[in-house]
């Protein structure tokens, strides 16, 4: 078991540039969850979903962001229009329902 | 609103000493409660959770949590922390039955040799 897997582990665009972020979650788990953290706003909920479908956005900023999970095996966090305040570490996890999370080991974007 | 508070954003203890680090949660009912360590440049990982029954949990590396229902609270022990042991360590709680897990701003501890 490798775990929940996030690549890029690092990532850097210009402003206005595009950024997709992978996650591979745990095989068997079936709901996977994308969190933000900054030194500013700590961890943050950004979406949640289970079997594939989206159940939970309210974390998402309205615009740019937006979140897909097409198959069991993948998630991704896209943005667009990349902005220095997206600067931040995207973390994945996935969970089996109502049970422990597990985290990947994040993506660390830095947008200049 | 649902949050968890840990007052603490830094705690330094000498190696060998013991730790204790503070959680509280505002929540309707008794929540799942959570602690989680992130070693520097890694992905969150369990240390120990609370469902229900014994208040004292033991979770991994000698680390217990008691739960204490009448203070809201969920706090972090240790009896002898090793120079590892250095991490941020973030308290969480999720609704009983629901998804959503809230985390608490973190503590940064430093154990000094």
């Known amino acids: 078991n490798a775990g929940v897997i996030q690549t890029p582990r690092h990532k850097v665009t210009g402003k206005g540039q595009e950024a997709t972020l992978w996650c591979e979650p745990i095989s068997g788990h079936s709901a996977v969850f994308w969190y933000r953290q900054t030194i500013v706003q700590g961890l943050e909920f950004l979406t949640y979903?289970?079997?594939?479908?989206?159940?939970?956005d309210s974390g998402m900023p309205k615009e740019r962001f937006s979140a897909q999970m097409p198959n069991q095996s993948h998630s991704t966090l896209k943005i667009q229009s990349t902005q220095p305040q997206d600067s931040a570490v995207y973390l994945c996890?996935?969970?089996?329902?109502?049970?422990?999370?597990?985290f990947g080991a994040g993506t660390r974007l830095s947008v200049l | 609103a649902q949050s968890v508070t840990q007052p603490d954003a830094r705690v330094t203890v000498s190696e060998g000493a013991s730790l204790q680090l503070r959680c509280k949660y505002s929540?309707?009912?008794?929540?799942?409660l959570f602690w989680y360590v992130q070693y520097q440049r890694q992905g969150l990982q369990l240390l120990l959770k609370y469902y229900s029954g014994d208040p004292v949990v033991q979770g991994v590396n000698g680390f217990e949590a008691e739960f204490s229902k009448s203070d809201s609270s969920f706090h972090l022990r240790k009896a002898s922390v090793h120079w590892s042991d250095s991490a941020v360590y973030f308290c969480a709680a999720s609704r009983t039955g629901g998804y959503k897990v809230v985390f608490g701003s973190g503590t940064r501890l430093l154990v000094s040799p």
């Open positions: 996890a996935s969970s089996l329902p109502q049970n422990t999370l597990y």
């Open positions: 929540y309707s009912g008794t929540p799942y």
């Open positions: 979903f289970r079997n594939q479908a989206p159940i939970d």
